[in-house]
């Protein structure tokens, strides 16, 4: 009962803090002509790209507009950081919680530089479209803007620590999920035949959806033994394993070449060289140019995510520690070449699914002419479904141990 009352009061303080994240998005800031910002951005790529993140708050300029997104690049950086700096890896891995509390602090120290770097560029943006653009509207703005990106990260850690699931996935989830009805609305209101091509956009969802889990929970077993079994008749039989994702890296390949390949389309816009400008079309047109692009951005994010997450050499050392191997092959160095070759194979293959999943809406537009499943994007439902699954695992860890704590008891 102590466990089921916990896990309520976990739901409710989540709950609590995405439904306050997001009335915040919706308070604007003063001094903004909404209307002929809206007009403006209406067909810009980039802005609806991370309005998906934002849950529309680059098209509101409110409070929280800013969202988690100052977060998610500032902890990206940090993992970089971490592999760059011999000093911060070693705070990382011998420090215990004093050394993750030191590097959660240089996390928030970096949203907030990014969020003050995000705010300048806002104000300096939508310069043409407020009533009295001056030094101290500038200044409120950048205030208030990073303000609502440290609350948002502080909302952020409170799901994290105290509610269910991960915060800032679950504030993503959250964005994500708000858009959807608006682009079914827009989409039902231009089309005569709306329900019928709605429905195919939703069992063309779910097929989506069921491939990507399907990705998600495979894995790669690397039988290992310890040395105190090697003498046992069954040895070998043993069900100890590393498990090896398909897919290390989750859909952060795919949200990172997205942002990418919106990038040539922003240069296109402003640029006055008409060869490059040829040259760059070629690239962001649906054509073959496009598609190897893309593709090359997505296996190169992948293998960059998987050399984060994964580190064969701390694999290895920590197998040589506990006594254990891989059968056939000696520890140390050839277990990292083993490890690293497998890895390889396993995040080129993840990539390739990857790949086809986020073109699955181009495919579906060509075939079809429904346009709908680019406006929800696979990335979007990609995120939903890898939130989903986590979350209900940790609500499932819960329920586990109040059966396991009632059968001790």
């Known amino acids: 009962m102590e466990k089921q009352q916990k896990l309520l009061k976990k739901i409710v303080i989540t709950l609590a803090i995405l439904f306050i994240s997001r009335i915040g998005i919706f308070i604007p800031i003063p001094g903004i002509n909404q209307r002929e910002f809206n007009e403006s951005i209406g067909q810009n790529t980039i802005i609806n790209f991370l309005n998906i993140f934002s849950g529309g708050g680059f098209s509101t300029i409110g409070i929280f507009s800013l969202g988690i997104i100052p977060y998610i690049n500032s902890s990206i950086i940090t993992q970089l950081l971490i592999k760059i700096i011999p000093n911060l890896e070693d705070i990382q891995k011998n420090e215990g919680e004093i050394g993750k509390q030191k590097i959660n602090r240089i996390t928030r120290y970096l949203t907030t530089l990014w969020a003050i770097v995000q705010s300048i560029s806002i104000g300096l943006w939508i310069k043409p479209y407020t009533f009295n653009w001056n030094i101290n509207f500038f200044l409120d703005l950048i205030i208030t803007l990073t ?9 952020s850690e409170i799901i994290t620590e105290d509610g269910i699931g991960n915060g800032a996935s679950l504030l993503i989830f959250q964005n994500i999920v708000s858009n959807i009805p608006k682009t079914l609305q827009n989409y039902s209101t231009n089309n005569e035949n709306s329900f019928t091509l709605i429905s ?3 069992i063309s969802c779910i097929a989506i959806l069921s491939i990507n889990i399907l990705i998600q929970d495979s894995k790669r077993k690397i039988n290992i033994i310890a040395s105190k079994h090697l003498g046992e008749q069954n040895s070998l039989s043993t069900q100890n394993y590393i498990p090896l994702r398909l897919n290390q890296s989750g859909v952060m390949p795919i949200v990172f070449a997205s942002a990418a390949i919106t990038l040539p389309q922003y240069v296109v816009m402003n640029m006055n060289n008409e060869k490059l400008k040829i040259l760059l079309q070629a690239i962001i047109s649906n054509s073959i140019f496009y598609l190897v692009f893309y593709l090359i951005l997505i296996i ?18 920590n197998l040589q520690k506990m006594g254990a191997s891989i059968p056939n092959i000696r520890p140390g160095e050839e277990t990292v070449k083993y490890l690293n070759k497998i890895i390889n194979k396993l995040t080129f293959i993840g990539a390739l699914f990857l790949f086809i999943i986020a073109q699955f809406p181009l495919l579906a537009s060509n075939v079809t002419r429904i346009n709908i499943l680019q406006g929800l994007g696979t990335t979007s439902l990609l995120i939903l479904v890898a939130v989903a699954i986590e979350t209900a695992k940790q609500i499932q860890t819960y329920i586990i141990s109040e059966q396991y704590d009632n059968i001790i008891g």
């Open 147 to 155: 303000t609502g990106s440290i609350i948002i990260m502080w909302f």
């Open 200 to 202: 195919l956009v939703l």
């Open 300 to 317: 190169v994010f992948s293998y960059f995510y998987s050399s984060i997450i994964l580190n064969t050499n701390d694999i290895a050392n």
